[in-house]
T-cell receptor, first 114, second 114 residues
Framework: AQTVTQSQPEMSVQEAETVTLSCTYDTSESDYYLFWYKQPPSRQMILVIRQEAYKQQNATENRFSVNFQKAAKSFSLKISDSQLGDAAMYFCAYRGTSYGKLTFGQGTILTVHP | EAGVAQSPRYKIIEKRQSVAFWCNPISGHATLYWYQQILGQGPKLLIQFQNNGVVDDSQLPKDRFSAERLKGVDSTLKIQPAKLEDSAVYLC????????????FGPGTRLTVL
């Protein structure tokens, strides 16, 4: 079974600074997808960024980028120029290619200080 | 495009009572998911439907939980009888297909069992 581990229960960053959230996973599959989701207090889960395992190039979405290390099974999220609106719970998630089931990590609470 | 709708947003019940949650996915989405998110944890898949058929219900406590998606559109998740440990947020998500498509999440229902 696949597992996803987020070892940082909480992180904090100053506004306009950069922060990196860590995620490791375990799988025996060679092809899969990885995601970072943001969950604000409203509980609405919002997709931040996705990475296909077969792509060597790291995904980037505006201020959000990932460092995908397939051999190390590591998938970190870098948030540049942090904004107050980035404050939320962030979840790393894994999905195989056969079914749509997402396996989530435990989450990291991100606090952004003005 | 309307998002995933869920109701109610909040529900408080006594243990051993029954409760039902409703989800209406995005129009045209064939795959529907129910996740359980216990406070401080990542969501865990309870059941996945492809149209009106069950794809994965391996983590659904079938002695007390049931779900249906009769016409392949909206879905109902029921708990009967509820236990204290069922207190959680129940998230519904949908995707166009079950493979590589993005899952869109609803706002969730927060259940408190007293």
């Amino acid at each position: 079974a696949q597992t996803v581990t987020q070892s940082q229960p909480e992180m904090s960053v100053q506004e306009a600074e950069t922060v990196t959230l860590s995620c490791t996973y375990d799988t025996s599959e060679s092809d899969y997808y990885l995601f970072w989701y943001k969950q604000p207090p409203s509980r609405q889960m919002i997709l931040v960024i996705r990475q296909e395992a077969y792509k060597q190039q790291n995904a980037t979405e505006n201020r959000f980028s990932v460092n995908f290390q397939k051999a190390a099974k590591s998938f970190s999220l870098k948030i540049s120029d942090s904004q107050l609106g980035d404050a939320a719970m962030y979840f790393c998630a894994y999905r195989g290619t056969s079914y749509g089931k997402l396996t989530f990590g435990q989450g990291t609470i991100l606090t952004v200080h003005p | 495009e309307a998002g995933v709708a869920q109701s109610p947003r909040y529900k408080i019940i006594e243990k051993r009572q029954s409760v039902a949650f409703w989800c209406n996915p995005i129009s045209g989405h064939a795959t529907l998911y129910w996740y359980q998110q216990i406070l401080g944890q990542g969501p865990k898949l309870l059941i996945q439907f492809q149209n009106n058929g069950v794809v994965d219900d391996s983590q659904l406590p079938k002695d007390r939980f049931s779900a249906e998606r009769l016409k392949g559109v909206d879905s109902t998740l029921k708990i009967q009888p509820a236990k204290l440990e069922d207190s959680a947020v129940y998230l519904c998500a949908s995707s166009f297909r079950q493979g590589g498509d993005e899952q869109f999440f609803g706002p969730g229902t927060r259940l408190t069992v007293l």
